[in-house]
């Protein structure tokens, strides 16, 4: 027990009455285990769009290519950014895929795009892609 504000309370009580839950065994505010659930959804949304762009990629090649390119071509969550980025930052990536990559970049309404955009068009040994990078910085 605890003596808070002239009454004794057990432990639990005291943590609920200062704004507490208990999470996964810990004490935290809800505010806290609100933000680590958002994160993970994000991390786990990430991740799905990362599985779900490499089965598009290598649908391209085979009978399912239209599937492939209207599925592509509909992204508009903010959530596949980083898969799309990791993509078109590395130089082992077809150009076509690198091209269609920042088609699809432009569509989506993300401010998380503008550092890989500036590294692509500083760095990368493609013009053609370095000049559209800053078309799209613009």
Not at 24 to 48: C, F, H, P, Y
């Amino acid at each position: 027990y605890s003596k808070a504000s002239g009454t004794w309370l057990r432990p639990e009580e005291f943590m609920r009455r200062q704004g507490y839950v208990l999470h996964k065994g810990t004490w935290k505010l809800a505010q806290q285990v609100e933000i680590e659930s958002n994160a993970q959804e994000w991390e786990q949304s990430v991740r799905d769009w990362r599985k779900k762009l490499h089965m598009w990629l290598g649908q391209l090649d085979g009978k399912k290519r239209e599937d492939a390119l209207k599925n592509l071509n509909e992204i508009r969550d903010p959530a596949a950014v980083p898969p799309i980025v990791d993509l078109l930052i590395n130089n082992e990536t077809p150009t076509a895929v690198r091209v269609s990559m920042l088609d699809i970049l432009e569509k989506i309404p993300s401010g998380d795009t503008t550092n890989a955009l500036i590294q692509i068009s500083l760095k990368d040994k493609n013009d053609n892609l370095r000049d559209r990078c800053l078309s799209l910085l613009r």
